[in-house]
């Protein structure tokens, strides 16, 4: 029962600021890489960052300079801080993950949160 659990959206005004969150939860082995899409109405989903289990990180161009990915890993917890916002940001916030659960150790999966809503006004 492997679970994402988004928090953090919200409505703010353009300029402003939110941080999302995301945690991982039930009988996982280990968590590989994570993630932050997003998809806007009429939109595909695309990435927004990426982060890996050492670390390394990734941003879609749309974004760089503006939100940081971070992760916790002892807590299996991704955040998102997103600074700057503008009117193009919002969208729905899916958090992603690749991991192993216990019950299949030799097999990879992909989880997806249910999505978090981000609203940019202006």
């Known amino acids: 029962q492997v679970q994402l659990v988004e928090s953090g959206g919200g409505l703010v005004q353009a300029g402003g600021s939110l941080r999302l969150s995301c945690a991982a939860s039930g009988s996982i082995f280990s968590i590989n890489a994570m993630g932050w899409y997003r998809q806007a109405p009429g939109k595909q989903r695309e990435l927004v960052a990426g982060i890996t289990s050492g670390g390394s990180t990734n941003y879609a161009d749309s974004v760089k300079g503006r939100f940081t990915i971070s992760r916790d890993n002892a807590k299996n917890t991704v955040y998102l801080q997103m600074n700057s916002l503008k009117p193009e940001d919002t969208a729905v916030y899916y958090c992603?993950?690749?991991?192993?659960?216990?019950?299949?150790?030799?097999?990879?999966?992909?989880?997806w949160g249910q999505g978090t809503q981000v609203t940019v006004s202006s």
């Open positions: 992603n993950a690749l991991g192993t659960p216990v019950v299949a150790v030799t097999d990879e999966y992909e989880y």
